[in-house]
């Protein structure tokens, strides 16, 4: 597939040539989908056009993310990147898709909101000969072939992590857990809750006692535990399956007249500045984290593809996890 590429990209660079006085609107950075040099640039060389479709800017693990992207894939290092942002919503993220499918991109990236439902714009992208790479988050499609490479963390372990710390050391006397989901029917928020229920099925001091999408941010984290603390007075632990959702939950702990990591502990999965901040502070018991530096990996992927090399179906990154000591000893170096 890689050397199909190579030969479609210097096809396309003559193709774009001659619609460049068309689309002169140019700026890899904004929200625009619209063309931009690239590849056919009035002597700015032969740069690798990358459309990329991001979920949304829903919490500080996106923007960390977002922004590692941004910083790799610069045209200082060899990069024509177009970024769009989808709100969350898979249509955007498929219109955007279709956008750069349309520009003849070189490469397509995107972290899929939802898992489900991609198939059809992907065989789009496959026909047209361009590549797909899915950062972060898994898509759920019968065909491997509708992708590269998919690079991200391993969600169900991320979860599986969380749950065997709060098994082995909540969970020695009786506990009720109130989980706060991520958004509904993306990979991080199904494999994240199954590795939990995993880690802590055999453990029958650990009650999940409710569950709800908190939607991967603050405000929303905030609202729904506004209404489990209304419903179930005697909640121990809340699981947030990100730091954003966490904090939200701390606000509305304290807001009840709780204090965060005494009376409610709370367990997250990301591991950003302020999550880390909250766990030094003792508001946040545990952190997995969930590495969104996946710039430079993406930036490597891609230039190994164009030069004709392969790539593993599947990379995974490293997280590690912090407890109150160790956040304390990471902040000051914490990039993000
Ligand atoms: O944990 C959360 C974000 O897909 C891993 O999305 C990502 C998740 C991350 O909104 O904060």
Redesign the pocket.
């Known amino acids: 597939m890689a050397s199909t590429t190579f030969h479609k990209r210097a096809i396309t660079a003559g193709i774009a040539a001659l619609v460049l006085g068309l689309s002169a609107c140019a700026g890899g950075d904004g929200d625009s989908t619209g063309d931009s040099t690239g590849d056919s640039g009035g002597g700015g060389g032969d740069l690798i056009s990358v459309g990329f479709a991001q979920?949304g800017a829903?919490?500080g693990?996106?923007t960390a993310n977002t922004t590692s992207i941004k910083d790799a894939l610069t045209q200082e290092n060899g990069f024509d990147l177009k970024f769009s942002d989808a709100q969350q919503k898979q249509e955007n993220q498929i219109q955007a898709i279709r956008s750069y499918i349309a520009q003849g991109v070189d490469y397509i990236a995107f972290?899929p909101v939802v898992e489900s439902g991609w198939d059809a714009v992907l065989e789009e992208a496959k026909t047209a000969n361009i590549p797909v790479i899915l950062t972060?988050?898994a898509v759920d499609t019968e065909d491997e072939s509708l992708y590269v490479t998919f690079i991200g963390?391993d969600f169900v372990e991320e979860g599986r992590r969380i749950g065997a710390y709060v098994s082995e050391t909540l969970g020695t006397e009786p506990i009720k857990v109130v989980e706060l989901q991520?958004t509904t029917g993306?990979a991080?928020a199904i494999d994240r809750k199954t590795g939990f229920e995993d880690a802590t099925k055999d453990n029958p001091n650990v009650e999940i006692i409710a569950s709800q999408t908190g939607n991967?941010t603050r405000a929303e984290g905030k609202t729904v535990m506004e209404g489990f603390l209304q419903a179930y007075p005697d909640i121990d632990v809340v699981y947030a399956h990100?730091?954003?959702m966490g904090l939200g939950a701390i606000e509305a702990i304290e807001a009840a007249g709780k204090v965060p990591g005494q009376d409610i502990k709370v367990v997250t999965?990301?591991g950003v500045k302020d999550g880390m901040q909250a766990l030094a502070d003792g508001k946040i018991t545990y952190i997995v984290e969930?590495n969104p530096l996946l710039g430079p990996d993406l930036a490597d992927i891609i230039k190994t593809l164009d030069e004709g090399g392969t790539v593993e179906k599947r990379i995974v990154t490293k997280d590690e996890e912090f407890d109150q000591e160790a956040a304390i000893a990471a902040l000051p170096d914490r990039q993000y």
């Open positions: 979920v829903e919490s693990w996106r972290s972060d988050r963390s991520g993306s991080p991967f990100n730091d954003d999965i990301d969930c």
